[in-house]
């Protein structure tokens, strides 16, 4: 019998703002558009048969735009409840990270609540560099963040399997 551990969190989809005359803002308001409409389809790739440790497609949501609940920030909610997803936690972020890679964002929030170890908070935040790049529709995936949080839970530990 495994132990539940729950994983929730956001995504903050990058965005440029929406400042400016009505031609800028026109620019600005597509590019929103074409950042949301490719970071879906990452995640639309994603596999979709059952493997482990997961990373699904339905793990994902996004609250729909000029909705009550979504103010400035596009966020891409996920989330699951999974059994012991915590012993394959450094798999799990390299299949997160490798995905992240693919996107374009501004930070992410991920918080892991497990039986086994507790919880534990995670926080991806791009460097200010991209942002401005992003800015003058220079998009590339982000490859460079600072990351806060644990890589492996069991480090020096002896594992039974």
Same mark, same amino acid.
């Given at each position: 019998? !495994?132990? $539940?551990?729950?994983?929730? !969190?956001?995504? $903050?989809?990058?965005? &440029?703002?929406?400042?400016? @005359?009505?031609?800028?803002?026109?620019?600005?308001?597509?590019?929103?558009? =074409?950042?949301?409409?490719?970071? %879906?389809? $990452? /995640?639309?790739?994603? &596999?979709?048969?059952?493997?482990?440790? $997961?990373?699904?497609?339905?793990? +994902?949501?996004?609250?729909?735009?000029?909705?009550?609940?979504?103010?400035?920030?596009?966020?891409?909610?996920?989330? !699951?409840?999974?059994? *012991?997803?915590?012993?394959?936690?450094?798999? %799990?972020?390299?299949? +997160?990270?490798?995905?992240?890679?693919?996107?374009?964002?501004?930070?992410?929030?991920?918080?892991?609540?497990?039986?086994?170890?507790?919880?534990?908070? +995670?926080?991806?935040?791009?460097?200010?560099?991209?942002?401005?790049?992003?800015?003058?529709?220079?998009?590339? &995936?982000?490859?460079?963040?600072?990351? *806060? @949080?644990?890589?492996?839970?069991? =480090?020096?530990?002896?594992? /039974?399997?």
């Amino acid at each position: 019998m !495994g132990m $539940v551990d729950i994983l929730n !969190g956001y995504i $903050v989809e990058a965005s &440029p703002g929406y400042r400016g @005359g009505p031609q800028e803002r026109e620019l600005k308001t597509q590019l929103a558009a =074409d950042i949301r409409k490719h970071n %879906w389809s $990452v /995640i639309g790739h994603l &596999p979709a048969e059952d493997r482990w440790p $997961v990373l699904h497609p339905k793990m +994902f949501y996004a609250i729909p735009d000029k909705h009550l609940l979504k103010y400035k920030d596009p966020l891409i909610i996920f989330g !699951g409840s999974f059994k *012991t997803i915590a012993a394959d936690w450094e798999d %799990w972020l390299l299949m +997160f990270e490798e995905m992240l890679r693919k996107m374009y964002w501004e930070n992410v929030h991920l918080t892991l609540h497990s039986e086994m170890i507790g919880s534990h908070q +995670f926080t991806w935040k791009v460097k200010h560099d991209w942002f401005e790049k992003m800015c003058n529709r220079d998009l590339q &995936p982000i490859s460079d963040w600072d990351f *806060t @949080g644990t890589r492996n839970f069991f =480090d020096g530990i002896n594992r /039974i399997e």
